[in-house]
């Protein structure tokens, strides 16, 4: 069923709104549509052709490549169902499936939030601290996977001719949902905005990017900034909002480059990895994808999300979690061998192509190998933070709670005192952790100068300290030699 009249639909609570329309949970409605479903009702209503192209698509990839149509449909909340009034020409709004119960997380407080992508470009730390959830750590082979999950989903939408094309637009922090239960998956929403392309027009002649697409609300620091305002996001903005979702989930960070991006002709931009990186061998074709998705300045070279699908499989294989890349592709029905295998990619000669193509002349990535010191949000953190999907409590809390008594010591939890000697393995131990994040940051591209300047204070501190060590020890021995 295509069409259900809003009459027919039985609504329940809202539960969200936004800029396009509002959402209602439904608790009854007609047979053919999904038990789990919501309503958007549109703000303002849109043609009904519009909408019907929308709900078609499903079946019209599923019956060219049903593996390419499985990996869409587990992986969005694509419309199920325009939804029309009395005006039969004129969409009202959509009937979409709800969010599965696995890209849902449990507060510490006991209530139940989307789990966007905004909890993975945030440090770890701060959201057990804040919400009681805990978030697997910057550089992890999880985040890797979420990100070649999306990649996979972008393949299917980003088809060639006659293959029917989506373009969604507003690939955001708000509209990509995550999980890591029981495979890591994503889940996107708002796909009633997105656009189809079914092939060439009547002349025979392709489409071209972004023709006879309507203009969409777009999330602000997750926009394409090669977009003028009020332009139509085609497949290279979804591209770019690819390559700037791998920065933001494998750093855990929020990697504001829009507003610098749009000042500046070239932005570097340093990706802090964790040490356990140290292993990994380098990675030409990674960072070079980065770049070129992030390109203002050669849009139409972005790389395809197939390029991504076979590089992040390499990144899985090296990481040692190939299983991860398996369970991927059979969360999505598609469980076949990766992309990567089947091309039997020669790395050498990856990695010569990727040195001898010529950078882009806006963006530089550098991975920066990084020690972090203690994070100052475990101090705070008084009560346990809940693994992922879970509820509060206790659970977690005590890796917070030895982070917070690294200096107190174990007699923290008791009240004694510090011995002598545990005061000066914590200060000898503050003395080598400072010295260790200058040198680091002395060494790590684009952070030179500041570790140069902390290394600098550190050895006037050192020069100070023992100019008062030896006063102290002359003191004490000249009495004994007569002085």
């Known amino acids: 069923m295509t069409e259900v009249r809003v009459s027919s639909l039985r609504l329940g609570q809202l539960v969200a ?3 396009e329309g509002r959402v209602f949970e439904v608790l009854s409605s007609p047979p053919a549509t999904s038990a789990r479903s919501v309503y958007k009702q549109l703000r303002c209503p849109r043609p009904l052709a519009e909408v019907t192209s929308l709900v078609a698509f499903p079946s019209l990839l599923a019956s060219r490549s049903s593996p390419l149509a499985a990996r869409a449909l587990s992986s969005t909340a694509w419309p199920v169902s325009s939804v029309v009034g009395d005006d039969a020409l004129m969409a009202l709004g959509t009937v979409m499936p709800r969010a599965p119960e696995e890209f849902w997380l449990r ?29 697997p750590p910057p550089g992890a082979a999880e985040r890797v996977a979420l990100v070649y999950a999306l990649a996979r989903l972008l393949e299917a939408w980003q088809n060639e001719p006659p293959l029917p094309r989506v373009v969604h637009g507003d690939l955001s922090g708000k509209n990509v949902l995550w999980s890591l239960r029981p495979a890591p998956a994503v889940y996107v929403l708002d796909c009633d905005g997105a656009s189809v392309s079914c092939g060439p027009d009547e002349t025979g002649e392709d489409v071209p990017d972004g023709a006879g697409r309507r203009s969409r609300a777009t999330t602000p620091n997750w926009d394409d900034p090669a977009l003028p305002p009020g332009a139509p ?3 290279a903005s979804d591209r770019y909002m690819l390559g700037i979702t791998f920065l933001r989930l494998v750093g855990a960070a929020h990697f504001p480059l829009q507003g610098p991006q749009r000042s500046a002709e070239h932005v570097n ?13 380098d990675l030409p074709v990674l960072w070079e994808l980065c770049e070129r998705a992030l390109s203002l300045a050669d849009v139409e070279g972005r790389p395809s999300p197939g390029e991504w699908v076979a590089e992040l499989e390499h990144v899985l294989d090296v990481l040692s979690a190939p ?7 059979e969360a999505q029905g598609d469980p076949r061998p990766g992309n990567g295998a089947a091309r039997s990619v020669n790395r050498g000669e990856a990695k010569r192509l990727a040195a001898a193509t010529a950078p882009v002349p806006d963006v530089t990535v550098r991975p920066v190998l990084r020690r972090r010191p203690p994070s100052t949000w475990q101090l705070i953190n008084a009560s346990g933070a809940a693994p992922l ?20 010591g174990r007699g923290a939890a008791t009240g004694a005192p510090l011995t002598s000697r545990q005061v000066a393995r914590r200060l000898l131990a503050a003395w080598g952790g400072a010295h260790r994040l200058a040198v680091g940051w002395a060494r790590s591209p684009g952070r030179r100068a500041d570790g140069l300047r902390r290394l600098a204070g550190i050895l006037v501190l050192d020069l100070a300290a023992a100019c008062v060590v030896f ?13």
């Not at 006063?471 to 007569?482: D, Q, R, T």
């Open 17 to 19: 709104e936004g800029g």
């Open 323 to 329: 299983a991860l890349g398996a369970a991927v592709r």
């Open 107 to 135: 507060h510490r407080d006991g209530t139940k939030r989307l789990a966007t992508l905004s909890y993975l470009a945030t440090d770890p730390e701060r959201i057990a601290v804040a919400y009681g959830v805990l978030m």
């Open 233 to 235: 996001p085609g497949r």
């Open 471 to 483: 006063f102290i020890f002359a003191m004490l021995v000249s009495p004994w030699i007569g002085l």
């Open 389 to 408: 999907g879970g509820g509060g409590g206790a659970v977690g809390g005590g890796g917070a709670a030895s982070a917070a008594s690294w200096w107190v």
């Open 269 to 281: 931009v340093d990706l802090e990895l964790p040490r356990s990186w140290r292993k990994v061998p």
